[in-house]
């Protein structure tokens, strides 16, 4: 594939900067205006932190170039470690992870971390439901997170993390839905507002089953709120994407671990990659218009 080409399917466009195999090769859109920015916040997901392949001291590489880029706070969007949904996890193989995952945090402790549940963060195999280790309570504990979803306000801007992992996933269950609902209703109009979900609620790449189930009630929620700035952001497919319906905007970022911190398959335009997205994060510039820029860097070769 020619490089034009390459950037193109990264939705790289106009203002795109490759400086080398070596350097930061970042996805950024244009801000013409002159609003003013009211928070930059870094958008990590799909960490999947591991013991093997370097990927603790890769992913230091990666808070390591984020630190540089003066950041308010970190919004993590699931699937921090490794795995721990599978059957054959062992409980040792659970707190392993973990224990990357806290030790790696003391890289950043001084920043804000708001987290969000993805699909592999959950230990369903515990040997029965009261054990503490298993499901979503357990990794809400690890999360630091007050609840499975929650929101928050900053700088005129307010914040939705929500829980994709149930029934028919990525979807709400109903009493977050209810939640969610009402949480909108009661927002003043025109308020800005991002969502940060794991699955993605609207996907538009070549890859299968990154949208939410509810997609089509949750698009209809939105319009019936289209007075407000909505912006979500997720990871899960490990894509770099944007989608644009009904004026919503919808970032899918890849992910940290880029193929899971290994080296790809065959689909993998690079070594790490999956498909055509390096292992990256983004930067998301919040201006208090309402508006709001999504750029993607690669950190690593
Ligand atoms: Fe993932």
Same mark, same amino acid.
């Given at each position: 594939?020619?490089?034009?080409?390459?950037?193109k399917?990264?939705?790289?466009?106009v203002?795109?900067?490759?400086?080398?195999?070596?350097?930061l090769?970042?996805?950024?859109?244009?801000?013409?205006?002159s609003?003013?920015?009211?928070?930059?916040?870094?958008?990590?997901?799909?960490?999947?932190?591991? =013991?093997?392949?370097?990927?603790p001291?890769?992913?230091?590489q990666c808070?390591?170039?984020?630190?540089?880029?003066?950041?308010?706070f970190?919004?993590?969007?699931?699937?921090?470690?490794?795995a721990?949904?599978?059957?054959h996890i062992?409980?040792?193989?659970v707190k392993?992870q973990?224990?990357i995952?806290?030790?790696?945090?003391e890289l950043?402790?001084?920043?804000e971390?708001?987290s969000?549940?993805?699909?592999?963060?959950?230990?369903?195999?515990?040997p029965?439901k009261?054990?503490?280790m298993y499901g979503k309570?357990?990794?809400?504990?690890?999360?630091?997170m =007050?609840?499975?979803?929650?929101s928050?306000?900053?700088?005129?801007?307010?914040?939705?993390?929500?829980?994709s992992n149930?029934?028919n996933?990525?979807?709400?269950?109903?009493?977050?839905m209810?939640?969610?609902?009402?949480e909108?209703?009661?927002?003043?109009?025109?308020?800005p507002?991002l969502?940060m979900?794991?699955? =993605?609620?609207l996907?538009v790449?070549?890859?299968?089953?990154g949208?939410?189930?509810?997609?089509?009630?949750?698009?209809?929620?939105f319009?019936e709120h289209?007075?407000?700035?909505?912006?979500?952001v997720?990871g899960?497919?490990?894509l770099?994407?944007?989608?644009?319906?009904?004026?919503?905007k919808?970032y899918?970022?890849g992910a940290?671990s880029?193929?899971w911190?290994?080296?790809g398959n065959a689909d993998?335009?690079h070594?790490?990659?999956?498909s055509?997205?390096?292992p990256g994060?983004?930067?998301l510039?919040?201006y208090e218009?309402?508006?709001l820029?999504n750029?993607y860097?690669?950190?690593e070769?």
């Open positions: 594939m020619k490089r034009r080409n390459l950037l399917s990264l939705g790289l466009g203002g795109a900067t490759v400086l080398g195999t070596n350097k090769r970042a996805a950024t859109e244009t801000n013409t205006k609003v003013k920015r009211v928070l930059r916040i870094a958008h990590i997901t799909d960490v999947h932190i591991r =013991p093997e392949h370097n990927a001291s890769r992913f230091k808070i390591e170039s984020i630190t540089k880029m003066e950041v308010d970190f919004l993590n969007g699931g699937d921090t470690i490794y721990a949904d599978y059957d062992t409980r040792e193989r392993v973990w224990d995952w806290h030790k790696s945090r950043f402790s001084e920043y971390v708001y969000c549940l993805g699909n592999h963060n959950m230990w369903w195999a515990a029965d009261s054990d503490g309570e357990f990794a809400v504990k690890q999360l630091g =007050p609840n499975r979803y929650f928050f306000t900053k700088n005129g801007w307010t914040f939705f993390v929500l829980d149930n029934k996933a990525g979807s709400l269950d109903q009493e977050q209810d939640w969610f609902k009402g909108l209703a009661a927002l003043p109009e025109k308020a507002v969502i979900t794991h699955y =993605p609620i996907s790449g070549p890859e299968q089953g949208n939410h189930t509810d997609c089509k009630e949750l698009t209809k929620l319009y289209k007075d407000k700035p909505i912006h979500c997720s899960h497919i490990h770099l994407e944007k989608t644009v319906y009904n004026n919503v919808y899918c970022n940290v880029g193929f911190w290994e080296d993998s335009a070594k790490s990659w999956v055509q997205t390096p994060y983004a930067i510039d919040l218009d309402g508006s820029m750029s860097y690669s950190y070769v």
